[in-house]
Each structure stands twice: as C-alpha cells, then as structure tokens.
C-alpha cells in the first residue's frame, strides 16, 4: 500500500510538472501572436515586455503572490521560502499513511499555479502594444503579480468569499482570463488609442500587423499549451476516475477552439466579405477560454458549441470596441474578458453544481476587484513617471526607443 501510494505521488505529481511546463510555453506563444500583431518597429519591445514579464511573475509570486493567494495554508509572512528551500515533507507524510497528505508535491503546486500568474499577465501586454513605455509596465506587472491577482485568486481557489458562495470556475475563464483583460481595460482607457487608429470623423483605420505566420504560430502554440491549462486543473490522473476525467478535458478543450475558428470565420466571410485571418486566430483563442471554465462536464458536441458561441462573441466584440475607440491591437480584451464572461456564464449549463447566480457575483467580484485596482495602479504610474511614449518615439517605433535596437534591422528604412 505504501509503495502504491508513493507511486501515485510521483505520478501527479509528474503530470503537474509536465503540465505546468505546457503552460509555460503559452508565453512563447503570446510572444509569437504579439509579434505577429504589431508593426515591424515595435516587435522588439513587445518580446522583451514577454519575456520580462514573465520572469516578473514567477519572482513576484515566489515573495508574496503565493502566500496571498493561499494564505489559509499559513506560516509566516513569505511561507512560499519555507516550503522551497530545504527538503519537502510531504513524502513522509505519505509513507506514514496519513490520510490527509497531500497526493502531489507543493513545489509542483507552486509551479503550476505561478505560469497561470503569468498567463493572466500576458494578456496586458498585447492590449497596450506599441504606445506604453516599457517600464511603465514592467512596474504594473510587479503589481498585478505579486497582489492584484493573488488577492481575487485567493476569493476563488484559494477558499475565500467566492469559493464560499459558491463560484465555479474549472481553470480560469474568470480568475485567470476576465482578470486579465480586466487589467488590460484599465491600461487601454488610461493609456488611449495608437496615433492614426481613429479619424476625427469617426473613421476606424486598420493597423495590419507585420507578421502572420508569426501570428499564426503563435495561435497554434497556445491551443497547444492550453491543454496543460485545462488538463492540469483536474490536479490528478493517478487512478482511473482522474484519467478519464483529463481524457475528457483534452477532448472537450480541443473541440471548443475547433468551434471557435470555424465559427469566427464563416461570421467574417458573411460580415466582411473576407476570410479574415486574424479572426480566425482569435476565434481559436474564444474557443479555448470560452471553455476553460467548464471543460469536464460537457460532452465534446456541448464543447464544440460553447467554442463556437465564444467564436462569434469575439468577433462582435473587437469590432464594437473599436466602435468605442477602444484600441487593442491584438484583440485580448475581446478574447479574454468578452468571451472569459460567456465562458463563466454558460457552466450551469452542464455542471448541476453550479448556480447563475453565483456565477455572476464571481464575474462582478473579480471585474471590479481587478479593474478598480488596476485603474488605480496605472493612474499613479501615469502620475508618477508617465505610461505613454512620446509622438515621436511611437511614430518612430519604441523599438529604437526603448530598447536600442530593431527585430528586424535590414528592412528598416532608418538612417543607420
């Protein structure tokens, strides 16, 4: 029994690792998408702003995120050191046939939940491509990661408030992703929209990115990693309830971005007259939030359709925000605040355990929370040491100007 259990531990907590690293490669893919996104002279910045954050989020949470999001586990103001320096004890709990050891270790825990961290940050990023100052940002992610996330992460996973009435969400449409795009909202109306974006007569200009295969990519290695998003929320697979149930998930993950980009672009054929790429790539990106909330219950036909809803959600909502001069150069507050809602809403649908009405508490709570803090954070850095580049330096690109150097110097027509 005992040698079972030990076997058990090692497997989920193997397939937690393996899992977390498929979530870390999601930054590759926000890398890529962004990228491919914005213009050529801005490429640079926005992969360093991807890596930066990145690594801003797993020091942020390693001191303070990880303590705030799941305080009730206690012990000291930074507990998070404790249990990363020295030797783990949960293995002796687990040879001691405690029943109420852990089936995976903490580190694997604290590994898994810091890429979500980063993810939630990622999404800022394209939202604000290629008019904010790059440490103006950098310093919003010090905040967003280290306590704005893990305070309304710990409402919901971590046991608080929203856990308590009763909130469901699987893997993150709202805790991970609405969060996000809730931050991002906050940046984009304090920020305001690229130069040329929007015409004094109302008049919407089209900034077309500079590389869609990069985009394309990019799209492709987030469906990927979102396996690991979804498929490690079910936090185990050593026995076979917990395999059939990540079964499940992988399929029902697949299905929903499948629905979304099929979805996404038979509405921009018949609203555009076009095939419109970009929107494909994002009803990809819908489909995959859409069901990120609830991707166990339903059947894979339920999934399919809950991606395809959040396909032509998407594509209304990117064009009613430029509408509203809203400017998001790569459409995240579309894709993960628009369809992170729908994805929330729809779990009663399938889950009996889930109720409307808490569902919508759990959207107002985390939106509020998040914006509010966010709006406040970028108003004192705007005060601070402002947010936006100079007319100049945007029309130059922020490459030149923020980091010294070009993604692509060959082509640029700059005097050298």
């Known amino acids: ?31 890529m998408l962004e990228a491919g996104m914005v213009r050529s002279k801005n490429t640079a910045e926005i992969l360093t702003k991807n890596i930066a954050l990145f690594a801003i989020a797993c020091t942020m949470y390693l001191l303070v995120g990880y303590y705030i999001m799941y305080s009730s586990a206690g012990g000291g103001f930074l507990p998070n050191l404790g249990f990363l320096i020295g030797s783990e004890n949960t293995l002796d709990a687990i040879t001691s046939g405690d029943e109420d050891a852990p089936y995976y270790s903490m580190r694997s825990d604290f590994f898994f939940q810091v890429v979500f961290v980063a993810t939630a940050m990622s999404i800022v990023s394209g939202a604000v491509a290629e008019r904010m100052k790059l440490w103006a940002f950098l310093a919003f992610a010090v905040v967003m990661t280290g306590v704005i996330y893990p ?25 991970v992703h609405m969060a996000g795009a809730a931050a991002a909202l906050a940046g984009v109306l304090v920020l305001g929209p690229r130069k040329g974006k929007y015409g004094k007569d109302g008049a919407i200009y089209a900034i077309p990115g500079a590389n869609m295969p990069l985009a394309t990519l990019g799209t492709f290695i987030l469906w990927m990693g979102w396996f690991g998003f979804n498929g490690g929320s079910e936090l185990k697979m050593s026995d076979g309830i917990s395999a059939n149930n990540v079964a499940q998930v992988f399929v029902n993950t697949n299905a929903a971005a499948a629905g979304g980009v099929i979805t996404a672009l038979i509405l921009a054929k018949l609203w555009f007259r076009k095939a419109d790429l970009t929107m494909a790539l994002n009803g990809a990106l819908a489909g995959l939030v859409a069901i990120t ?33 809203l400017d998001d150069p790569v459409g995240a507050i579309s894709v993960h605040g628009v369809v992170g809602i729908w994805g929330v809403l729809v779990v009663p649908l399938s889950n009996a355990d889930a109720s409307f009405g808490a569902q919508i508490i759990g959207i107002i709570g985390i939106f509020a929370w998040v914006f509010a803090a966010s709006l406040a954070v970028w108003l004192v850095l705007k005060a601070i040491m402002g947010i936006r580049v100079s007319e100049e330096e945007e029309y130059e690109g922020v490459d030149i100007a923020e980091c010294g150097l070009e993604a692509y110097p060959e082509f640029s027509a700059s005097k050298k």
């Open 151 to 175: 305070i309304s992460g710990y409402w919901t996973w971590g046991g608080g408030w929203l856990d308590a009435a009763g909130y469901s969400d699987y893997a993150g449409s709202g805790i």
């Open 293 to 325: 909330a609830e991707p166990l219950a339903p059947s894979a036909l339920g999934a399919t359709l809950i991606g395809a809803v959040g396909g032509a959600i998407v594509v209304a909502a990117i064009v009613s925000l430029d509408k509203l001069k």
């Open 1 to 31: 029994m005992t040698e079972l259990s030990e076997l058990t531990y090692a497997l989920d907590t193997f397939y937690f690792l393996i899992c977390g690293v498929l979530v870390m490669w999601m930054a590759a893919g926000f890398s």
